[in-house]
């Protein structure tokens, strides 16, 4: 993997402020909401900006922001910036959307062909229903299916795949991407489809709980609607930016206690960077003899 170093840092994290500053001026000028989401609203809060460590911005849209949001981009595009999801790229392996800086290259997974600039994550959130039992049952369903998106958009030789047969804990993702490698294509297609009738179940005006079907810590993804349907303004590296209206519940609700630092050992920053360029964009062909 490639690593950020110190002296990259600084213009790491100016590019992706750049693509967020984008994103809000859009959103303002065509009145759509969103929320700074995740370790984004504790940087607000927190650090009035990114965490230290941290090396990405999320934030989330109410499903018919999102939708308009889409829609508006494609009519719409800003120069030097793209908008990217799982329409866009066989290979993307997400069912949400990435607004990326035109102008970087960025390679998260070796094995993933998927080329993106420095990006911020969109998430959507849905309506959920408010029977608790069929809520999970939803989100576990919706889950199942993004990790086997994810798993189809793998790009391994044959060998690889079938090296993992030699592991039984594997077993499950071998399934997965020889469907993917076999009959990529039309099974992606059923994925997706299977999923937008999932997160299209309730909208988001149904009732009294949302959820955010895209997101990473399972049951935490439901919570009360009251908690970002209007939205509070805080500071995040020199911007105002939206947070929930509700910043304290929606936190805690989480991570906990979010005001008290981790441990040194965990402030790393999290995601995958096989290869990068913060100075031009290059194509898949040029750089993957490069991908570490």
């Given amino acids: 993997m490639q690593e950020v170093t110190k002296q990259e840092q600084p213009r790491w994290n100016g590019i992706l402020v750049e693509v967020f500053s984008t994103f809000i001026s859009f959103c303002t000028r065509h009145q759509l909401r969103y929320f700074c989401a995740g370790g984004t609203a504790i940087g607000a ?3 009035q900006g990114m965490i230290p460590w941290d090396d990405d911005i999320d934030v989330c849209m109410p499903r018919p922001d999102y939708e308009r949001f889409r829609k508006l981009w494609h009519e719409q595009p800003v120069e030097d910036y793209e908008l990217i999801g799982p329409e866009s790229d066989d290979a993307y392996p997400l069912p949400s959307l990435k607004l990326c800086n035109a102008h970087t290259t960025l390679v998260e997974f070796a094995e993933i062909p998927c080329l993106t600039g420095l990006y911020i994550d969109i998430f959507p959130v849905d309506g959920a229903p408010d029977d608790d039992a069929e809520a999970l049952q939803l989100l576990r369903r919706y889950q199942r299916l993004k990790n086997r998106l994810s798993a189809i958009s793998h790009r391994y030789s044959f060998p690889k795949y079938m090296g993992l047969l030699a592991q039984p804990q594997q077993w499950g993702q071998f399934c997965y991407k020889m469907i993917g490698f076999l009959w990529r294509k039309g099974y992606r297609q059923r994925l997706l489809k299977q999923m937008s009738a999932i997160s299209s179940s309730y909208a988001f005006d149904h009732g ?23 939205q509070v303004m805080g500071t995040f590296e020199g911007l105002q930016v939206a947070l929930p209206q509700c910043t304290d519940a929606y936190l805690r609700h989480y991570f ?11 402030r790393v920053a999290k995601h995958a960077k096989a290869y990068f360029n913060l100075n031009e964009r290059k194509s898949f062909a040029e750089v993957k003899h490069q991908i570490k």
């Fill in 45 to 47: 809060v927190r650090h």
């Fill in 208 to 230: 009294e709980r949302v959820v955010v079907y895209a997101g990473s810590y399972g049951a935490r993804e439901l919570f009360p609607k009251s908690w970002v349907e209007t």
């Fill in 256 to 266: 906990g206690d979010y005001m008290q630092l981790p441990p040194e050992a965990e």
